[in-house]
T-cell receptor
Framework: NAGVTQTPKFQVLKTGQSMTLQCAQD?????MYWYRQDPGMGLRLIYY???????DKGEVPNGYNVSRLNKREFSLRLESAAPSQTSVYFC?????????????FGNGTRLTVT | AQSVTQLGSHVSVSEGALVLLRCNYS??????LFWYVQYPNQGLQLLLK??????LVKGINGFEAEFKKSETSFHLTKPSAHMSDAAEYFC????????????FGSGTRLSIRP
């Protein structure tokens, strides 16, 4: 029972480089999310996908793009990395976008941009 | 605007002592409330959730939380702390089905003294 799997676990980028963070879930969930976690700021929503074929901006979407490849996979792309994007990134999924549907998280990707 | 406040970024208790982690929310209507736990180098896991009905909610690992509408609070408690409870705890509130309305608190790091 893998749950939510994120790759890579760690990544170091130089300013201006691009990369894609991968996320896959095996729980047949409809909704998927990307968050970033910074010290003292809790989690902030970057993008989400309510269902296959849809994506929407969250609280901090600038500098990121997403693709909901299929029901299982939801990727996050940084086109031109900046030091301000140094953070821990979490992918999450939920059964649906309902009020009481809890989130299931991956173990995170720790990204450093130099 | 909806918000979540966790009082105390760091709480330290002795093993066997009562754990009390505070969470207050601001909302014009009763929201859906969650507590998540994050162990080092892992993603967040759901501890418990309040939706409707009984105001005292029991979660995993002996934790429970009480929804008090009059105080707009959802404090997390455990009667007797264990060393394995050392982690970061996040309160989260969701008012409606919009994913962008999931608001996380800034987190409380719980340390357990032997």
């Amino acid at each position: 029972n893998a749950g939510v799997t994120q790759t890579p676990k760690f990544q170091v980028l130089k300013t201006g480089q691009s990369m894609t963070l991968q996320c896959a879930q095996d729980m047949n969930h409809n909704s998927m999310y990307w968050y970033r976690q910074d010290p003292g700021m809790g989690l902030r929503l970057i993008y989400y996908s309510a269902s296959e074929g849809t994506t929407d901006k969250g609280e901090v979407p600038n500098g990121y793009n997403v693709s909901r490849l299929n029901k299982r996979e939801f990727s996050l792309r940084l086109e031109s990395a900046a030091p301000s994007q140094t953070s821990v990134y979490f992918c999450a999924s939920s059964e649906r976008l309902a009020e009481n549907s809890p989130l299931h998280f991956g173990n995170g990707t720790r990204l450093t941009v130099t | 605007a909806q918000s979540v406040t966790q009082l105390g970024s760091h709480v330290s208790v002795s093993e066997g002592a009562l754990v009390l982690l505070r969470c207050n929310y601001s909302s014009s209507v009763p929201p859906y409330l969650f507590w998540y736990v994050q162990y080092p180098n892992q993603g967040l896991q759901l501890l418990l959730k309040y939706t409707t009905g009984a105001t005292l909610v029991k979660g995993i690992n002996g934790f429970e939380a009480e929804f008090k509408k009059s105080e707009t609070s959802f404090h997390l408690t455990k009667p007797s702390a264990h060393m394995s409870d050392a982690a970061e705890y996040f309160c989260a509130v969701k008012k409606d089905s919009s994913a962008s309305k999931i608001i996380f608190g800034s987190g409380t790091r719980l340390s357990i003294r032997p």
